[in-house]
């Protein structure tokens, strides 16, 4: 058999990061970038107001007393798209909104709330000191600081700082595109009634959300008949819209499962019986189209936890994360877990934070069979490695985190 070490080895050599492009903002969410931005400007651009009020000089509102206003008069008004230049007279408040630049000479800003909101002179009814509800220039970002590093996949707050910062677009991966295909005579898709010796089609709608919580575009397709010409057929159409081809199924010894026969004219896939429990055969290659295939069992829990071993961070590294590898926790085990020598097991279950101990483990009922309850109430997979047969009550264990 071989090791899961030296599976997920050929896994990653393969998933290379997809070609990098550059994209406009509204193109780029949910993408990686491929390389560090940084600031084009300062951010704030100058000193400016953080809230509707008065701008004035701190030591002009020394001395106010409660149910007594102090009285300034007020000299402009600046809008936060006002341009022109102004200078503070000691003595005097500035009408400003929220976002205008302040006066020169004004060091804070009496907030709105704070004031009897006088027009030609103003009551003060609250001290302020220096800086108070002033933005500062180069305060959040300045000219030429990197806001983002290389391997940050994009959402709507990056968006924000990449305007703000004055990009309009920037160079990324792609999220790679993955069809998701079962195979299977005895497949029938959900919300059909279920004849004799037929099961409901569970991968491809598990899979292709897995793919989609790695950050990569899934394609499902409806299930494939275990039959040469058709299956053949699905493979060679399929692959011309995808980066990745994942297929689950067709992988026993029986008669009936075809896809070995089918893909080996079609590029190199290697099949092997990899030494872990769930998910002992699996396959990976390359189409001589360039189309990477990932095959794996038909067995759902099996299916999902060789997804979760081998294909995550195999997409996770084609779309550009400097760090592809799923992420893990040492926890303290609350029970008693077996594990078949020479074989590393992927056991699920339910991950707790302890304040005393970081984190505690345990089965999730079914956990350590191919159940799916056990996976579903799940947190993640303890995982044991291949020297260790029992683990004790106490033990430390690492776990792999499943992804929200």
């Known amino acids: ?71 300034l008069r007020v000299t402009h008004e600046i809008f936060a798209d006002s341009v022109e230049s102004f200078s503070h007279v000691e003595g005097t408040a500035v009408r400003i909104a929220s976002g205008a630049r302040m006066p020169r000479g004004a060091d804070a800003v009496v907030p709105l709330w704070s004031t009897d909101q006088g027009a030609a002179n103003v009551g003060i009814v609250q001290e302020v000191n220096v800086g108070d509800n002033v933005r500062r220039r180069g305060e959040d970002l300045g000219a030429g600081d990197v806001i983002l590093e290389a391997g940050t996949r994009l959402s709507a707050r990056h968006i924000a700082l990449l305007a703000s910062a004055g990009w309009g677009g920037t160079v990324v991966h792609p999220a790679p595109r993955v069809v998701v295909m079962s195979i299977g005579n005895e497949l029938v898709a959900p919300g059909r009634a279920v004849p004799p010796g037929k099961v409901y089609d569970a991968n491809s709608h598990a899979l292709a959300a897995a793919v989609t919580s790695a950050g990569a575009v899934p394609y499902r397709v409806p299930a494939v008949p275990d039959e040469r010409s058709i299956l053949r057929e699905a493979i060679e159409d399929q692959t011309l819209r995808a980066d990745v081809l994942i297929t689950t199924g067709g992988l026993s010894y029986g008669g009936g499962d075809t896809l070995k026969d089918v893909l080996f004219p079609l590029g190199a896939v290697r099949f092997d019986n990899i030494a872990m429990n769930p998910g002992r055969q699996v396959g990976v290659g390359k189409l001589e189209d360039g189309t990477i295939i990932f ?110």
């Open 295 to 404: 095959c794996l069992p038909g067995d759902p829990v099996s299916a999902l936890v060789a997804f979760e071993v081998f294909v995550r961070p195999s997409l996770r590294k084609m779309a550009g994360y400097v760090d592809a590898g799923p992420e893990t926790v040492t926890a303290v085990a609350s029970g008693e877990f077996l594990s078949d020598d020479g074989v590393r097991d992927f056991v699920r279950v339910a991950i707790s934070p302890d304040r005393e101990r970081g984190f505690t483990c345990e089965v999730t009922p079914g956990g350590d069979k191919n159940l799916l309850s056990g996976l579903v109430s799940a947190d993640g997979l303890a995982i044991i490695p291949e020297n260790i047969t029992r683990v004790a009550p106490g033990d430390e264990v690492e776990c792999l985190i499943f992804a929200s």
């Open 1 to 71: 058999m071989r090791s899961v070490a030296a599976h997920l080895e050929e896994c990653l050599e393969l998933a290379q990061p997809l070609e990098r492009f550059d994209a406009e903002l509204p193109d780029a969410i949910g993408c990686v970038l491929a390389e560090s931005v940084r600031s084009t400007i300062d951010i704030p651009v100058a000193d400016m107001a953080a809230c509707d009020g008065y701008a004035v000089r701190a030591e002009d509102t020394l001395g106010v007393v409660a149910g007594n206003a102090k009285r």
